[in-house]
């Protein structure tokens, strides 16, 4: 079946530090890959998105790479800062299109001045 | 656009009572989710509608119940609710590029 394998956190950095936060899918068709972010408090919004083999997904300073041969998705960025304090969810949608998403158990991170 | 709504935002129930969690959207979109999070079980997927009279069971059904009467409207029924059913749920509407939202329900059954 679908799943989402990503790191368990918390992980805890201090700012400027660089971030790595692992996701790997199981390879069952082409799925389009996300990255959702929860600020506390609120509703899932969508970070990033890769909708074919080596797609990089970018945003706010976040960057992904759909890779098909390791099945991964890790999401990175260069510089944190103490806003990106969050939860981070990996998710992979059923097929090619974005349809119901299976999502990953989340990661949060905390950045500290 | 108010985009995706939900409500309440927070909910108490005993157990064995019943109640109905709205969602709507105003983007006329038509697939519509609802999914539920635990700690340590990231968001897993109750029931989903394709369209207006269309529903599906997703990976967590039982002790739910949806309907889709309109594109706008979405809403979820627990018909006797059981301690297990204490948890945030989130109602998500599905957009050309991205799933959309709501900012959750937090419910507790006693």
């Known amino acids: 079946g679908n799943s989402v394998t990503q790191m368990e956190g918390p992980v805890t950095l201090s700012e400027e530090a660089f971030l790595t936060i692992n996701c790997t899918y199981t390879a069952t068709g082409y799925p389009s890959l996300f990255w959702y972010v929860q600020y506390p408090g609120e509703g899932l919004q969508l970070l990033l998105k890769a909708t074919k083999a080596d797609d990089k997904g970018s945003n706010k300073g976040f960057e992904a790479t759909y890779r098909k041969e390791t099945t991964s998705f890790h999401l990175e960025k260069g510089s944190v800062q103490v806003s990106d304090s969050a939860v981070y969810f990996c998710a992979r949608g059923r097929g090619s299109g974005y349809s119901t998403l299976t999502f990953g158990k989340g990661t949060m991170l905390l950045v500290s001045p | 656009n108010a985009g995706v709504t939900q409500t309440p935002k927070f909910q108490v129930l005993k157990t064995g009572q019943s109640m109905t969690l709205q969602c709507a959207q105003d983007?006329?979109?038509?697939?519509m989710s609802w999914y539920r999070q635990d700690p340590g079980m990231g968001l897993r997927l109750i029931h989903y509608s394709v369209g207006a009279g269309i529903t599906d069971q997703g990976e967590v059904p039982n002790g739910y119940n949806v309907s889709r009467s309109t594109t706008e409207d979405f809403p979820l029924r627990l018909l006797s609710a059981a301690p297990s059913q204490t948890s945030v749920y989130f109602c998500?509407?599905?957009?050309?590029?991205?799933?959309?939202f709501g900012p959750g329900t937090r419910l507790t059954v006693l």
């Open positions: 998500a509407s599905q957009g050309s590029d991205t799933q959309y």
């Open positions: 983007m006329n979109h038509e697939y």
